[in-house]
């Protein structure tokens, strides 16, 4: 195991309904099992029933065997393509 990734959660920052299109902010306690503190993961927002639907990368610098919160804000996301996701999980 080189990451444990818990506690994923979203905030949508700005919605506009004209471009049909939104801001969100994404964060998860990532931590690093590994001897490099340079830490890069990718978060999968999967539908209803376990499909991807989008995809994030978080990273940073996360001490070997520390726990940090990883945090990234994503721009101009279809509402179609956000409002599909159900749930979050880490794609290690």
């Not at 499909?51 to 721009?75: A, M, R």
């Not at 279809?78 to 996701?85: G, K, T, Y």
Request: glycine letters at 6%.
């Amino acid at each position: 195991m080189t990451y444990i990734v818990s506690n994923i959660a979203t905030k949508v920052l700005k919605r506009d309904s004209e471009d049909e299109t939104l801001n969100f902010s994404i964060k998860a306690d990532v931590t690093n099992k590994t001897d490099d503190s340079d830490v890069c993961i990718e978060l999968q927002g999967l539908d209803s029933e376990g499909f991807e639907v989008y995809s994030v990368v978080l990273d940073g610098n996360i001490q070997p065997n520390g726990t940090k919160t990883l945090t990234t804000k994503e721009d101009y996301v279809d509402f179609s393509d956000f409002d599909q996701i159900a749930s979050w999980q880490f794609a290690g």
